[in-house]
Structures are given as structure tokens and as C-alpha cells.
């Protein structure tokens, strides 16, 4: 994308029926591949807002990558600072800080595309884990990651 348009994949109508379903699930227990529902409260309404992520663990940090680019819940985590992942009971309150480091944010994307990729790819515009590294560090730019930690 250019620098002056933020990169984000609009959800279609089948898209937006799967993620309601898959985010249900998750409020219910149901985990797919590792799947949990994301809670963060609203830049504007200050209501809670809800999607399905894929956390990704790596190294020692578990992360959250916006596969679809500078969507609201980015914009929500950006100013809000935390929110809670969600798998039925299992609730954890978490504080997320945006990775700004190239380095660290290549190292997430390849891991994070070896492990979903077969998922989100289709959001990487041809990038994938086997990509370069500086391949990896241009669509870092695109595709904002976050370091979560999560509360004890």
C-alpha cells in the first residue's frame, strides 16, 4: 500500500459470518488451532469490542499480528493498552505494546505465517514465512504487531 493508505483487507459477508462464529465458539470453549476471542474497549464508544485473534507465542512473549492490517481493533488496542483474550471461562486480562523494532517484527511475521498461514496468507500479499527478511520487515508495515503480557 502507499504510504498515505494504511493497509486493511475490508471483511466480506461470508468473513464476517465465520468470525462471528468462530469468536462464539471461543466464548464457549471451543478453541480452534488456538484460536481466542479478543475483548477491547472502544476508542469512542468505550464499549467493548470483540473478534477472533490468533495469539502466537514466540520465544517468550506471546504476541497478537493484525492479519488484515490497520483494522479498529488495532486502533482500540492502540489507545486503549490491554484487553482480554477469551476461551470460554478462561479469561486473561492482558497489556499489549505495539513492536516497533523491524527486527522483532520480521521475527513474529515468519513465525506467525509458518503457523497461520494457511489461514491468513491471503492478507500478506504474497509474503510468506519463507519470504526474505526484508520482504518480512516491509510488510511489518502493514501489519501491525503487539507484545502482550498477560496478568497473573
Given at each position: ?42 476508542r ?10 490468533n495469539?502466537?507465542?514466540?520465544g ?85 504487531v ?7
Amino acid at each position: 500500500m502507499s504510504a498515505n493508505t494504511p493497509y486493511y483487507a475490508k471483511v466480506n459477508a461470508f468473513d464476517l459470518r465465520l468470525n462471528r462464529f468462530i469468536g462464539r465458539l471461543a466464548r464457549f470453549g471451543v478453541s480452534l488451532a488456538g484460536t481466542a476471542e479478543l475483548s477491547v474497549r472502544g476508542r469512542t464508544s468505550g464499549a467493548m469490542q470483540r473478534i477472533p485473534v490468533n495469539p502466537y507465542a514466540h520465544g517468550d512473549a506471546q504476541y497478537l499480528v493484525s492479519a488484515r492490517g490497520r483494522s479498529q481493533w488495532v486502533r482500540n488496542m492502540r489507545a486503549a493498552g490491554a484487553g482480554e483474550l477469551r476461551v470460554g471461562r478462561k479469561v486473561r486480562d492482558f497489556t499489549a505494546a505495539e513492536v516497533t523494532d523491524p527486527a522483532e517484527q520480521a521475527a513474529v511475521l515468519r513465525g506467525y505465517l509458518e503457523k497461520w498461514g494457511w489461514e491468513v496468507g491471503r492478507f500478506f500479499q504474497g509474503v510468506t514465512a519463507t519470504s526474505s527478511e526484508a520482504e518480512l520487515r516491509a510488510a511489518a508495515a502493514d501489519h501491525p504487531v503487539f507484545r502482550i503480557t498477560v496478568a497473573r
